[in-house]
């Protein structure tokens, strides 16, 4: 019985073991298997490269015209050439949307007449264009016009996620990040298949998202020096927002708001005194400590002004998730903390919203079919078990691997070490279906990467800590876990370094990877 399964686990992983050991690099020097994060099945065919001239043509019809507009907006400034969208041509790159393909899953074909894309939702589309980047040399990422040969290495890649939620998280609380940071974020994220990012928009220091029926939450939460030791301020207009949700739907990325409660509120405690017990407006407060400030559980008041906040959100997200926050509730009594989940839960589904919140929100009953985000370090959590039981599905971001505000080292510049220093190969060697016992790989929903913003005041900070790690979390949200291997993520990665050099994204240059 072992044998046979162990002879079917070997027919499983097969087509990308003969990818690996056969692939042989195409005239870039490329391989069909030097993406990021790794495909799940690739077949490379020797001599089958696919040259991209003048005369290559894009061609698309109906829904998937947008991918093949990202793909032109991608290939036209480095190679120069036209490469005109439409809707039948020559040697052509064709994109073309039909069944049978998993959810966002695409596949490729690279032969030297002519590319195939193929998949069954403009999602699958986008992401095999991710791919296709990659396969070309780094001079694709150039601005304008190079002198080079474009070819794409022959053969077939056969991709599908692992994970249907691959999420990465921005505070823009305890530094304020703008729009065009945010945008940036998100062209990077988007070329490693994430497909969620969290705003985590207030906290004890500011208050960053724009809330009509309580003006002051951004007049007072927002405004300069609200940002961690007096640095900066801001926040975003309801504008802002929504331009952000449609920036990060073209690349299928969803935005989940995050407003945390009952704890993390101090900033609307400063704008509406009537949210604390004892109606007393508290100081504002700009350092980093946690944990002290609550709303006050007992007061309808409470109740209306969540209701407004999270219905103000919902109707301008239309995503499937409101993140609602709960973790590090020390100044809330346990048993007010239960009694604040069983009324605010609810109102999450009330505005149409799958109620998301870090782990703790598992310890009510009210969870039901919520999203827990695991962040702690155990390795079995009780409440997190119990309600995985009931219906809960979980999001992995363990700190001690997944946190990108960790350091990389103690002579890391920035960054925080509650949760230890995280190396690449920290935030790449676990496996998200066995980190929490009670927790089976059928409850696990995906991965998410918090960047916490205490010490991030740009997007130089944002990126330096960001990359190379978030790609670590990436390839363990897309890529099957019989790819992982460690050798050649790390060689993958050191081949992709010179990308974001031409991009100018300052990553951390881990002395783990040999960078070329
Ligand atoms: C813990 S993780 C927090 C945040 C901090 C972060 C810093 C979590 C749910 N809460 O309030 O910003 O550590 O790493």
Redesign the pocket.
């Known amino acids: 019985m072992r044998l046979l399964r162990s002879a079917i686990a070997l027919l499983l992983v097969l087509p990308l073991v003969t990818a690996s050991a056969g692939a042989q690099p195409g005239r870039s020097g490329i391989r069909l298997t030097d993406v990021l994060p790794a495909v799940a099945e690739a077949v490379p065919v020797r001599g089958a490269d696919f040259h991209l001239t003048e005369d290559t043509v894009i061609t698309a019809s109906g829904a998937a015209t947008a991918a093949a507009g990202s793909l032109a907006a991608v290939l036209r400034p480095a190679t120069g050439f036209d490469m005109p969208v439409a809707e039948t041509g020559g040697r052509a790159i064709a994109l073309a949307l039909e069944p049978g393909h998993p959810d966002e899953g695409y596949r490729l074909d690279i032969r030297p007449d002519g590319v195939d894309l193929r998949a069954s939702e403009p999602a699958g589309l986008f992401f095999g264009v991710q791919t296709l980047r990659q396969l070309l040399p780094p001079a694709i990422e150039a601005k304008n016009p190079q002198r080079q040969r474009w070819s794409l290495p022959g053969g077939r890649i056969t991709d599908r996620p692992r994970y249907a939620f691959r999420g990465a998280m921005l ?1 823009l609380a ?1 530094h304020f990040h703008t729009p065009a940071e945010v945008r940036a974020y998100i062209d990077q994220i988007s070329r490693f298949k994430i497909n969620y990012l969290h705003l985590h928009l207030s ?1 004890d220091q500011g208050w960053r998202v724009q809330i009509d029926s309580w003006p002051g939450l951004t007049e007072v939460g927002g405004a300069p020096g609200t940002g961690v030791g007096g640095d900066g301020g801001g926040f975003l207009t309801k504008d802002d927002y929504r331009e952000l949700v449609r920036y990060a739907a073209e690349r299928y990325v969803t935005i989940i708001p995050e407003i945390d409660m009952p704890g ?1 509120v101090n900033a609307a405690q400063v704008a509406y005194p009537e949210l604390t017990c004892d109606g007393v407006a508290p100081r504002p407060r700009t350092d980093m400590r ?1 944990g002290y400030s609550s709303l006050c559980v007992r007061e309808e008041n409470t109740y209306r002004f969540v209701e407004d906040v999270i219905r103000e959100l919902a109707e301008m997200t239309p995503g499937p998730y409101l993140h609602v ?1 709960g ?2 509730t020390f100044a809330t009594p346990h048993g007010s903390y239960l009694a604040f989940q069983r009324r605010v839960l609810p109102l999450v589904r009330k505005y149409g919203k799958i109620p998301y919140g ?1 782990h703790e929100i598992g310890q009510s009953p009210a969870a039901g079919d919520a999203v827990l ?1 695991f ?1 702690g370090r155990e390795r079995a959590n009780p409440s997190v078990t119990t309600a995985v039981a009931a219906g809960a599905k979980v999001v992995m971001s363990p ?1 001690n691997r997944a ?1 990108l ?2 350091k990389y080292d103690s002579l890391t510049p920035g960054g ?1 070490d ?2 230890g220093a995280i190396e690449v190969r920290t935030a790449y060697d676990w496996n998200p279906d066995r980190l929490l016992a009670g927790v089976p790989a059928t409850a696990v929903l995906g991965v998410e990467a ?1 960047l ?1 913003s ?1 010490t991030l005041r740009d997007r130089a900070d944002i990126e330096f800590l960001a990359f190379p790690r978030l790609v670590a979390l990436a390839e363990l949200g897309w890529s099957p876990q019989a790819s992982h291997d460690w050798e050649s993520f790390r060689a993958r990665l050191g081949s992709y370094g010179p990308r974001w050099a031409r991009q100018g994204v300052g990553f951390h240059r881990s002395p783990q990877i040999r960078w070329s």
């Open positions: 505070d305890r906290d993390h946690v926050g973790d590090e870090w985000q962040w700190a946190y505000d960790m925080l509650w949760a918090p916490w205490e």
